[in-house]
């Protein structure tokens, strides 16, 4: 389905009926990853799960109009306010995670759940060297090997299902001009339900940032998982379900 929102066009598929998610991607790829990443976290009665791609990449073109990460979270602001009446729950993968935090900053009561996972954050330090915890030297290409550090062939098939092939669909240009001008505003509290998950051999985003949120937003909940990298959503997937699941029952309990 496509959406307009002002003068951009946003591509999103949706499952199920009730509270609705918003679901973000992380740069570069498209809503396949997030949908096999967190539908089966998300799959519950009551729960309206939407998946969109973010601008610049799947298919959702990249507006002239759009010339910074600032101005993505303006459209993705216009976005939940469009797609539901009611306040939404918002999840972010990597970059989407960044984003995320804008938009709920900027959105305000539209916002009432925050759900980050392996959240890519200007503030990042102390991050990892790339450091498999099952290397498989022989499996898949760069891109893969540098992602997962679970190298196995189920995850070489997610790899090339859900991630490869939204990478060529990608708009270089409009990427580079956005991450040029990459700074959004996160700042303040935010009071609702959240979540913070991280992995602990996360070689892109690191885990010691997002452990530090939790000292800044009185209802998150913090996870670092053990043998977890930035692909995080394939590589533990039963744990992140519960999680995403406990969360879930926070933000949608009278």
């Not at 980050?116 to 990892?128: K, M, N, T, Y």
């Amino acid at each position: 389905m496509i959406r307009t929102i002002a003068s951009s066009s946003i591509r999103f598929v949706e499952h199920g009926a009730g509270r609705p998610v918003v679901v973000l991607h992380g740069a570069g790829v498209d809503h396949r990853e997030a949908e096999v990443g967190f539908e089966p976290a998300l799959d519950r009665p009551g729960v309206r799960r939407i998946y969109l791609d973010l601008p610049g990449m799947g298919q959702s073109p990249a507006d002239g109009s759009v010339r910074s990460a600032a101005d993505v979270v303006t459209v993705l602001v216009e976005f939940v306010e469009a797609i539901a009446r009611e306040p939404v729950l918002l999840v972010g993968h990597s970059a989407g995670g960044y984003l995320a935090q804008a938009v709920a900053r900027s959105a305000g009561s539209r916002v009432a759940g925050l759900a980050l996972v392996c959240p890519l954050l200007a503030s990042a330090h102390d991050v990892p060297a790339h450091q498999p915890v099952v290397a498989a030297p022989e499996l898949g290409d760069e891109g893969f090997r540098d992602y997962f550090v679970v190298q196995t062939p189920e995850l070489l098939e997610r790899y090339e299902r859900y991630v490869a092939p939204a990478l060529p669909l990608a708009d270089g240009a409009f990427l580079e001009r956005t991450g040029a001008t990459w700074e959004v505003d996160s700042s303040g509290v935010f009071h609702g339900p959240m979540l913070v998950v991280a992995g602990r051999q996360d070689s892109t985003a690191g885990f010691a940032a997002a452990a530090e949120l939790v000292h800044q937003h009185p209802h998150a909940t913090l996870a670092v998982l053990d043998g977890a990298g930035h692909a995080l959503p394939h590589e533990q997937p039963a744990i992140l379900k519960a999680l995403l699941g406990e969360w879930l029952t926070r933000a949608t309990q009278p």
